[in-house]
């Protein structure tokens, strides 16, 4: 079945590196996202990867990919309090028009 | 770069009204779809359109219905509107029907009352 599960919060201090982990059970996920989300605004896609890939870097962001254990991470790099916000772990599937199936969020919380 | 525009932002109505909300895809974008985001949650797919057809279906009420026009804009109707319809309803497209970008626009944020 579909199911994308995140945890729901993390805290950070700023400058130092925040990971956002995912798990989705869809074997067939042919592209797995990373979305942000800022209060009262829409998502915004940051990166996403291929699943026959195993990482992809993007100046402060990097993608890494546990095929065997349905896992997906993302790291930011020197995080800043800008980066506060929700991130959304989401899937495509083969098959269908690539509807999203999203987790429920990772707030994260950048401190000085 | 243009994005999804979405009509309008903030929309209040009462229980039992309809509301119509539109969307306008990016240039050249065929793909349309719909999702619902309630206070807290995660977004929840509701339908999309290729093509002018509908292409898949998700967790959309009966008492609401969409379609995509010509000009690939594509408009969500909901009527005898309940409490738990407020949330944030967003438009994303996309090019080609198997497009694996999808770019949201901002959002109608609808508050039933």
């Known amino acids: 079945g579909e199911d994308v599960e995140q945890s729901l919060f993390l805290s950070v201090r700023e400058g130092d590196s925040s990971v956002i982990n995912c798990t989705y059970t869809d074997s067939s996920s042919t592209y797995l996202y990373w979305y942000k989300q800022e209060p009262g605004a829409g998502l915004q896609l940051l990166t996403y990867?291929?699943?026959?890939?195993d990482m992809k870097q993007d100046q402060r962001l990097t993608v890494l990919l546990n095929k065997k254990d349905k896992h997906l991470s993302l790291r930011i790099a020197d995080t800043q309090t800008g980066d506060s916000a929700i991130y959304f772990c989401?899937?495509?599937?083969?098959?269908?028009?690539?509807?999203?199936?999203f987790g429920a969020g990772t707030r994260l919380a950048v401190h000085p | 770069a243009a994005g999804v525009i979405q009509s309008p932002r903030h929309l209040i109505k009462e229980k039992r009204e309809t509301a119509t909300l539109k969307c306008y895809p990016i240039?050249?974008?065929?793909?349309v779809y719909w999702y619902q985001q309630g206070p807290g949650q995660d977004p929840q797919f509701l339908i999309s359109?290729?093509?002018?057809?509908?292409?898949d279906k998700g967790s959309i009420p009966d008492r609401f219905s969409a379609q995509q026009f010509s000009d690939y804009h594509s408009e969500l109707n909901m009527s005898s509107l309940e409490l738990g319809d407020s949330a944030l309803y967003f438009c994303a497209s996309s090019l080609d029907g198997r497009s694996y970008e999808q770019y949201f626009g901002p959002g109608t944020r609808l508050t039933v009352t």
């Open positions: 990867i291929f699943s026959n890939m």
């Open positions: 359109f290729y093509e002018k057809m509908q292409s």
């Open positions: 240039p050249r974008h065929d793909t």
């Open positions: 989401a899937e495509s599937i083969t098959g269908g028009y690539n509807k999203l199936i």
